[in-house]
DNA sequence: CTCTAATTTGAATCAACGCTCAAAGAAAGT
DNA sequence: ACTTTCTTTGAGCGTTGATTCAAATTAGAG
């Protein structure tokens, strides 16, 4: 393999990234932080990215397709397993999870092509959400379910975005809490 | 009156600030730029704030105190009433909600004062919600009043934050919505 | 082994940041 | 009017940020 080298030097220096945004912040982040934790010099960072920007924005585009495992609804279908997915998510990758809460306030004004991902990101998941509602509660019209599932989303980043500032905060077991209450109102 | 153009300029640079960090974030957030909006130089600055980070401290504060109205609990017990205190907040004062929701994410990590003081707040709210649960519905035990509100700050958290990704987003009907999600898990 | 393409180096550039300070400029008190 | 105190000025300091590039080094292909 000829480009072997560079790639595993790129992979170190997004290793870095990954983790020096989770805990710094997307500004926070200097080029110098990435190079020295990658054991990499100012230079070979130029020769892989363009700049700064696009390496962040490819560490973002990898946290946001992480939050939503199997795109093409494979086996994730109950409300229940979309919800363990997004913990399972939150707790295997906590770097990962910290840098897509991070970019929805630090995107928001800085980058709107950042904020147009994620509103559309958004969208897809509460659309996603409420098809799972509905499959399990037929009855529900479809602006409830929309409104109910809106409601689920935004509380279960509430509990991510907890643990960006506790990082021993047990998102599980809040999350599925928040699950039982959302089950004891349908019934 | 004899430091009243000080104090003026001081209010001048205090909303600034405020509207900066908002906008742009802690970091984001440059003296110059603050200077420019408040139509002062650097050294007006430093002759009123110390240095950058103790003037965003002082932004800061006023957030976190701006969250939670009357201190001393006079008129504000019910859910109901804190939850629309919350609300109104989160609309009247636009630029200090988004400062509060900013904070979470960006001290954590960077500072460790603003970090505690965050989840010292956190905790005291969790605790005032609980204590309106169990004034109204008195069988819940303690730790399941607590859970629920935690559950409920959380996700009231949710959405602020989600508004800071879309400022045309209606705080109001979700944060509502969310209420009658709780009062039916509890009926 | 050799040659060439791939990779790393590290000093240097330029802009922007936070911050300082001596001097000039209002205002208030007498 | 005069003097003292408060307020603003703006050039300028040192530091750090992102970015560049010619030269040195490494490693795979023939």
Redesign the interface.
């Given at each position: 393999m000829r480009y072997k080298a560079g790639l595993e030097t790129r992979d170190r220096i997004l290793a870095s990234a990954r983790s020096l945004i989770a805990?710094?912040?997307l500004?926070?982040t200097t080029i110098k932080a990435i190079c020295e934790q990658a054991g990499v010099l100012p230079g070979s960072f130029y020769n892989l990215f363009p700049s700064k920007e696009q390496a962040i924005l490819t560490v973002v585009r990898e946290a946001i397709d992480a939050v939503d495992p199997d795109p093409a609804h494979q086996g994730i279908d109950t409300l229940d397993e979309l919800v363990d997915a997004y913990v399972r998510f939150l707790e295997e990758q906590p770097a990962l999870s910290r840098v897509y809460?991070?970019i929805?306030?630090?995107?928001?004004?800085?980058s709107p092509e950042l904020?147009g991902r994620?509103?559309r990101h958004?969208q897809g998941r509460v659309a996603r959400f409420a098809a799972a509602m509905r499959r399990h509660s037929p009855e529900l019209s479809e602006a409830m379910a929309e409104?109910?599932a809106?409601?689920l989303v935004?509380?279960?980043?509430?509990?991510a975005?907890?643990r960006?500032?506790?990082p021993g905060f047990d998102v599980g077991w809040?999350a599925r809490?928040?699950l039982d209450?959302?089950a004891?109102?349908v019934s």
């Open positions: 805990e710094r912040g500004e926070g809460i991070r929805g306030v630090s995107g928001a004004g800085s904020t994620m509103l958004h409104r109910r809106e409601t935004l509380a279960l980043n509430g509990i975005l907890h960006v500032l506790d809040h809490a928040l209450d959302a004891a109102a």
